[in-house]
């Protein structure tokens, strides 16, 4: 069983710049992974967003329901955080992530009583779920730039999620919803195998 992690596009100008934008190497004394030598995931290859009628949809068991352009989603304060991302294949790399907490926007869509799961879609139709507790306790975030620069479209733009502490395939990519639910969910790669709480150092699988 493959996780379907490949290598990412290269847009590295060589000259310190990443599809045009100076990219971050090194945050708070901590050496980041450069974004050319970062490697990837996809299930289909990368899906092209358009912005400009990108709406991300906040659902399910909230009191009112949100959809948000892409500037609606950036304008909020944001958070940076290095993380480091762990694949299930055994490779790694640390970033800085930059996003919104994503209890920033469940707060606005106001989380009802009961819920306890919240599932994430992508545009190329993967999906994957993380406890509630999880999300908030962390403060996980929905991030939009990578060592500075804005998201780029192999890693994941407009929105990735930085699930810090579990295996890349809870880190859904291009997200353009998220669910909240009271039951149990079983996303792309957890209903073919993966362990479901996919905590970075437990079982991979079952």
């Keep these: 069983m493959t996780s379907g992690c ?20 090194e945050y708070e004394g901590v ?3 450069p974004i050319s030598e970062q490697r990837d995931n996809s299930i289909k290859g990368t899906p092209q967003i358009n912005t400009n009628t990108y709406f991300l949809t906040i659902d399910g068991m909230v009191d009112d329901p949100q959809y948000l352009t892409y500037e609606q989603v950036t304008s909020y304060p944001d958070v940076s955080k290095v993380v480091m991302l762990d694949c299930v294949e055994g490779w790694s790399y640390v970033a800085k992530w930059t ?14 009583d009961g819920a306890t799961t919240v599932i994430f879609h992508s ?4 999906s994957t779920a993380l406890e509630l507790d999880y999300l908030v306790e962390n403060n996980i975030i929905l991030g939009y730039r990578l060592n500075d620069v804005t998201l780029p479209k192999d890693h994941g ?7 810090e502490g579990k295996y890349g395939y809870k880190w859904a990519k291009w997200v353009t919803g998220i669910e909240v639910t009271d ?8 209903s073919r195998g993966y362990n479901n709480n996919a905590d970075v150092g437990g079982p991979r699988f079952g």
């Design 183 to 190: 039951e149990l969910y079983e996303g792309y790669w957890e």
């Design 6 to 25: 490949i290598s990412s596009e290269n847009g590295d100008a060589g000259d310190g710049t990443y599809n045009g934008e100076v990219e971050a190497l």
């Design 123 to 126: 545009a190329d139709g993967y």
């Design 157 to 163: 733009y407009p929105f990735q999620l930085v699930a």
């Design 99 to 112: 996003g919104i907490p994503v209890k920033t926007l469940l707060d606005e869509a106001g989380v009802q």
């Design 31 to 33: 050496k980041l992974t």
